[in-house]
């Protein structure tokens, strides 16, 4: 309620102003909700016949933005959610164009364009444009423009996902991004995989810009198996990547090959397929201490945190250059197979003082919104730190500490609990792929 009291002459001058700007400030607002509701437009010639799109990253004309997908996504109201890459200056406008069949309406929603906060000094960045959807009709797919007039027809189609829930044939899901470099690091992706199995996982999707041979035979065998799902991710083919996380002026486009990009595409394609997501790369475990595997660990986490939506587990480096000896478990033969083998590497860099580990996500990707690598920056869940004791990420990289002596690392063998079905299963692979 507005109050104006007092003698002054001024204060009816005060109140006239005050009044007018609240109510230009209602009817900005008024203007604002009304101008993102969809709005109907009449087309002549075929409807809803433009070409659909079936690249993972498509690039729009005339704008600077990449569509990766489009989801649906009703957690606050009836919306299409569009996972793309945008220029975070020069895109300002887009649009949504849905067509309702079967009489052929065509809706046009203006989008909310959300840059994600996480672009670490990149031109390009992750992104969702906010299309809220006709009520009357539940649209199959969504064409994305920088105009509000035009032929839809002339326009790509992309099939919006999760209009259908699944009651989640999966219940743990790593999504791996993203995989570049000409990447050979075999042995250890095996190990990894065949770990993650032992773990619990169902399902590893995969963003792949470029392997080596061998890889590839080994992407197929798991492929096979039903394990692997590749998401092909040529982004070098429309930006210019970075393999480092920060800008260096350097006149790259998007950090690390737009890794977070692919983590919310993976997040929302897994959202009803899978009960959890794991956010990690290739060379990291996710290794529970207390519990033999991540079922009963998340029984027990969710048990003692009913509220959280984001479990966060602290990355230990376990240096690639400082080796134990693995004599006693007969395994020579990988000697020959491209890759690290972690199982020789079980010592620990300690703590640093004065600086908090990065941490890796298990999540409930039904209470994300938006993730970055090490934190997911807006989620309808609590967010839990997982002790140390309970868990910890194995990552088994080049020292963060390469000055440290030997002695002053910390020897954890938590790994070798699980080397008898680790050395049987990464034997059978090799003998299958690479042997």
Request: net charge positive; with cysteine.
């Amino acid at each position: 309620m507005l109050l104006c009291k007092g003698k002054s002459y001024h204060v009816p001058v005060a109140c006239i102003i005050a009044f007018t700007s609240m109510m230009m400030t209602l009817a900005y607002l008024w203007t604002q909700k009304h101008s993102l509701q969809p709005k109907i437009t009449t087309q002549e010639g075929n409807l809803c016949r433009g070409e659909i799109a079936n690249n993972t990253i498509t690039a729009l004309k005339d704008t600077r933005t990449f569509i990766i997908a489009p989801y649906f996504d009703d957690r606050e109201s009836k919306m299409t959610r569009v996972i793309g890459i945008v220029h975070h200056k020069e895109v300002k406008d887009l649009f949504c164009w849905f067509c309702c069949q079967p009489d052929g309406e065509i809706y046009i929603s203006k989008a909310e364009i959300y840059v994600h906060s996480d672009r670490f000094g990149f031109p390009y960045a992750a992104t969702d444009m906010l299309c809220l959807e006709p009520q009357n009709c539940d649209p199959n797919f969504v064409s994305i423009s920088w105009a509000h007039k035009g032929n839809i027809d002339q326009l790509p189609r992309f099939e919006i996902k999760n209009r259908k829930v699944e009651t989640f044939p999966v219940e743990f899901t790593v999504c791996i991004s993203t995989m570049f470099g000409n990447y050979n690091n075999v042995l250890q992706f095996i190990q990894s995989m065949e770990m993650y199995k032992i773990l619990g996982v169902q399902k590893v999707i995969i963003y792949k810009n470029s392997c080596s041979q061998l890889m590839e035979k080994v992407l197929e065998f798991y492929i096979a198996d039903g394990t692997v799902e590749i998401i092909p991710w040529p982004i070098t083919s429309y930006l210019k990547v970075s393999p480092r996380w920060r800008f260096m002026e350097d006149g790259t486009h998007i950090g690390y090959y737009g890794q977070i990009t692919a983590l919310n595409d993976c997040i929302y394609r897994n959202m009803y397929r899978s009960k959890f997501v794991l956010l990690n790369d290739i060379d990291e475990i996710i290794l529970p201490i207390k519990h033999p595997h991540w079922k009963m660990m998340m029984s027990s986490l969710q048990e003692q945190n009913p509220g959280a939506g984001i479990f966060l587990f602290e990355n230990h480096i376990f240096p690639k250059t400082v080796y134990a000896s693995t004599d006693i478990f007969n395994i020579t033969s990988w000697n020959a197979v491209p890759g690290v083998n972690i199982l020789q590497h079980i010592h620990r860099e300690p703590d640093r003082k004065h600086v908090i580990n990065p941490k890796k996500m298990i999540v409930n990707p039904r209470k994300v919104v938006q993730t970055s690598v090490h934190s997911v920056l807006h989620a309808y869940g609590d967010s839990v730190n997982v002790p140390i004791d309970i868990a910890l990420v194995y990552h088994c990289r080049e020292a963060l500490q390469g000055k440290l002596p030997r002695e002053s690392l910390i020897r954890d063998t938590t790994l070798w609990k699980y080397n008898s079905s680790l050395i049987m299963n990464v034997n059978k692979v090799l003998q299958k792929t690479v042997f």
